[in-house]
């Protein structure tokens, strides 16, 4: 069965420092989504692609988070500096096409640290 | 068992029994919805979907019903297992915009 592929799934950093999760959606899926699920609460939108095109970072704090799907494919999400507040899960998803039904999935997250 | 959604995020059910988790969502234009599933640091887990011109729709075990008049959504499982012990979350989708949110989650636990 086809999946969607994060890595790293564990990753701790200094404040400060640079750090950048990598995300290869289901083969085909146009739709790609990264979400920020911090511990014990629901997934929140960092942003959305439609194949290459952001299609919304309303919620992407971007003065230090950045994200890019170049080809359309695999997506890289960035952060620098990072900060305490950043630790979390970061969710990486995928969808042929979510507003004609179909289905969304998700990968097994990467875990960021702090410290 | 049953839940009140996003104001009792925990559920506790006997081994056997049939759960109910209720989600409470807020656009009465979100016409596709989802529940997941996601147990202990890993990935939401796809479970049921339902399209809004849809009032119920059944899988393996469970259940999800619609009631577009009051903006609810419940996920019922049958027989619940220990396995079935996660965090349950439904989510809605706008169809204008493309919009995709989730709700705080329930946790689900299933007492042997």
């Known amino acids: 069965e086809a999946e969607v592929a994060q890595s790293p799934r564990y990753k701790i950093t200094e404040k400060s420092q640079a750090v950048a999760f990598w995300c290869d959606p289901i083969?085909?899926?146009?739709?790609l989504y990264w979400y920020r699920q911090i511990l014990g609460q629901g997934p929140e939108l960092l942003v959305q692609?439609?194949?290459?095109?952001?299609?919304?970072d309303s919620q992407l704090p971007k003065d230090r988070f950045s994200a890019e799907r170049l080809k359309g494919v695999d997506s890289t999400l960035k952060i620098q500096p990072a900060e305490l507040g950043d630790s979390a899960m970061y969710l990486c998803?995928?969808?042929?096409?979510?507003?004609?039904?179909?289905?969304?999935?998700f990968g097994e997250g990467s875990w960021l640290t702090v410290v | 068992g049953e839940s009140v959604g996003l104001h009792l995020p925990t559920l506790s059910v006997q081994e056997g029994d049939n759960s109910i988790i209720n989600c409470a969502y807020s656009?009465?234009?979100?016409?596709?919805f989802i529940w997941y599933k996601q147990e202990s640091g890993k990935g939401p887990q796809f479970i049921i979907d339902?399209?809004?011109?849809?009032d119920k729709r059944q899988g393996q075990r469970v259940t999800v019903l619609l009631n577009k008049t009051v903006k609810h959504l419940s996920l019922q499982i049958a027989a619940t297992q220990p396995g079935d012990s996660a965090v349950y979350f439904c989510?809605?989708?706008?169809?204008?915009?493309?919009?995709?949110?989730f709700g705080t989650g329930t946790s689900l636990t299933v007492i042997p």
């Open positions: 656009n009465s234009a979100s016409d596709y």
């Open positions: 692609f439609q194949d290459e095109s952001v299609v919304d």
């Open positions: 998803a995928s969808s042929l096409d979510p507003v004609s039904g179909n289905t969304i999935y």
């Open positions: 989510a809605e989708i706008f169809n204008t915009g493309n919009q995709f949110y």
């Open positions: 339902i399209r809004s011109n849809m």
């Open positions: 083969s085909g899926h146009a739709t």
